[in-house]
T-cell receptor, first 112, second 116 residues
Framework: KQEVTQIPAALSVPEGENLVLNCSFT??????LQWFRQDPGKGLTSLLL?????REQTSGRLNASLDKSSGRSTLYIAASQPGDSATYLC???????????FGKGITLSVRP | GAVVSQHPSWVICKSGTSVKIECRSL??????MFWYRQFPKQSLMLMAT?????????EQGVEKDKFLINHASLTLSTLTVTSAHPEDSSFYIC????????????FGPGTRLTVL
């Protein structure tokens, strides 16, 4: 059974800092890995999707890497801003029918 | 981009009543829709997968008679929580996929259910 872990559960950083969010998964047989952002009481916004054959994806200040063999992914946020404050969820797709297994998320607070 | 809506965004009901939540794909046809439940500080847990015109596939531990899912058209799926109890209070999120098993899922904004 696939399990996705995100540690720590919460992180607080000063504005402008570069930071790395970690995600690990137990079963390396994945189709893809996705990072989402969730604001309080809201749905999910997809940030980056990395296919199993890819090593990384970039979008603006965000860069996500994938090391499938070791079951790890990182989300790098450059020059963090208060508007980046949210919960970041990692999810992997395994098996048929597009099933996603989510981590519990990392709640990020960027202090002005 | 693809948009998925949910209605209502929040609902409060009395214990024992039934609540219906709608999930709509606004600008694409969703062959597959997914229903998730999220408790505070917890990850999203997949409840069931529904394909248009066929019965939903429920995850282990999810009561199909309690959580009725209907996917009658390519743009609408509904989740009905029957005889709701306080422990059913949660954040319910749907997602929709246009087709193949590896297609991107687009998520709705979620519905906050509170059962008194």
């Amino acid at each position: 059974k696939q399990e996705v872990t995100q540690i720590p559960a919460a992180l607080s950083v000063p504005e402008g800092e570069n930071l790395v969010l970690n995600c690990s998964f137990t079963d390396s047989a994945i189709y893809n890995l996705q990072w989402f952002r969730q604001d309080p009481g809201k749905g999910l916004t997809s940030l980056l999707l990395i296919q199993s054959s890819q090593r990384e994806q970039t979008s603006g200040r965000l860069n996500a890497s994938l090391d499938k063999s070791s079951g790890r992914s990182t989300l790098y946020i450059a020059a963090s801003q208060p508007g980046d404050s949210a919960t970041y969820l990692c999810a992997v797709e395994t098996g048929a029918n597009s099933k996603l297994t989510f981590g519990k998320g990392i709640t990020l607070s960027v202090r002005p | 981009g693809a948009v998925v809506s949910q209605h209502p965004s929040w609902v409060i009901c009395k214990s024992g009543t039934s609540v219906k939540i709608e999930c709509r794909s606004l600008d694409f046809q969703a062959t597959t829709m997914f229903w998730y439940r999220q408790f505070p500080k917890q990850s999203l847990m997949l409840m069931a997968t529904s394909n248009e015109g066929s019965k939903a596939t429920y995850e282990q531990g999810v009561e199909k008679d309690k959580f009725l899912i209907n996917h009658a058209s390519l743009t609408l799926s509904t989740l009905t929580v029957t005889s709701a109890h306080p422990e059913d209070s949660s954040f319910y999120i749907c997602s929709a996929s246009a087709g193949a098993s590896t297609d991107t899922q687009y998520f709705g904004p979620g519905t906050r259910l509170t059962v008194l």
